[in-house]
């Protein structure tokens, strides 16, 4: 029998050689799932001995990152803003960057009043941006919308998962079609914002993995930014933010162009952790507040 520290070993090798840049933390990561405990855990386990058993689990497990399914999907979850997601092939596996979207989101939303507020998501997947910000902020209630009836299953597995089921809810809709005459306070979304020809060559672990709907956001990229910048003010209520996340690059003042065309104003970005200025939002005027 292998010890725990051998197997993690053979499988960085074989991982670095199949082209993982994170072979070695992708091993250790494996390895603290199929035991039930976290990564620094493993540090006190290096030196026990497998199982057969447990080493025939462990060697599927590499096998499958060894062909580049991402390791979100082996484990069945990703961190995001300090919560665990479940995530399958159904979602787009949270990213790192769109956490600064949900940092500036909450602060783009109204203080605490009198009354409760309302935040949409747009497109919301494994439903980790609704969440996030429905924890940070008791007083707001999110309306969580994606079209993938697959997704809203996972989206709403989480929001049971993480108590939110009084203040989340998760509904199967394209854009904003069909929410009837509600008025929120901010509309956020993290849409398909990738040109279609760059799609091909990207990792294996997104073209082969994740869902092409998540991802494909037309010649330009802005397709289905482009829709819901058109319908966002009718569901905004007055002073409401919209709030995207882009591809950043020209992406940024062609939005802006489509914010300002739509009714909105009060255009401000923000940069992700690597200085792409990527996220941009705009307000519908309220009646006195002179923004125009």
Not at 217 to 231: E, F, K, T, W, Y
């Amino acid at each position: 029998m292998a010890s725990t520290r051998a197997a993690i070993e053979a499988a960085t090798t074989r991982l670095r050689d199949a082209g993982v840049d994170t072979a070695r933390v992708d091993a250790e990561w494996l390895m603290a799932g199929l035991l039930g405990v976290g990564r620094a855990a493993l540090a006190a386990n290096l030196d026990e001995e497998l199982t057969p058993a447990l080493a025939a689990r462990y060697d599927a497990a590499v096998t499958r990152r060894e062909r580049r399914e991402p390791l979100q999907h082996i484990l069945g979850w990703e961190e995001f803003c300090g919560l665990r997601f479940t995530v399958t092939p159904d979602v787009l596996v949270p990213r790192p960057e769109t956490e600064m979207l949900v940092e500036w989101t909450l602060s783009l939303l109204p203080r605490a009043g009198a009354r409760r507020r309302l935040a949409i998501d747009v497109g919301t997947g494994s439903g980790c941006i609704a969440c996030a910000l429905a924890l940070a902020r008791t007083d707001v209630d999110v309306v969580a919308i994606d079209a993938s009836p697959a997704a809203v299953e996972i989206a709403r597995r989480n929001v049971v998962g993480l108590g939110l089921s009084g203040r989340v809810t998760v509904r199967e809709g394209h854009l904003l079609s069909g929410l009837g005459a509600w008025r929120a306070d901010l509309v956020v979304a993290n849409l398909p914002y990738l040109p279609a020809p760059v799609l091909a060559g990207l990792a294996p672990e997104v073209v082969d993995h994740e869902p092409w709907v998540a991802l494909d956001g037309g010649p330009d990229g802005l397709s289905v930014i482009r829709s819901l910048v058109a319908q966002a003010p009718r569901w905004l209520a007055p002073g409401g933010a919209l709030v995207l996340e882009t591809a950043g690059g020209d992406q940024i003042p062609e939005t802006a162009g489509l914010m300002r065309a739509a009714g909105l104003s009060n255009i401000s970005t923000r940069c992700d952790l690597v200085g792409i200025e990527r996220f941009i939002a705009a307000f519908l005027p309220s009646i006195d507040d002179g923004r125009g």
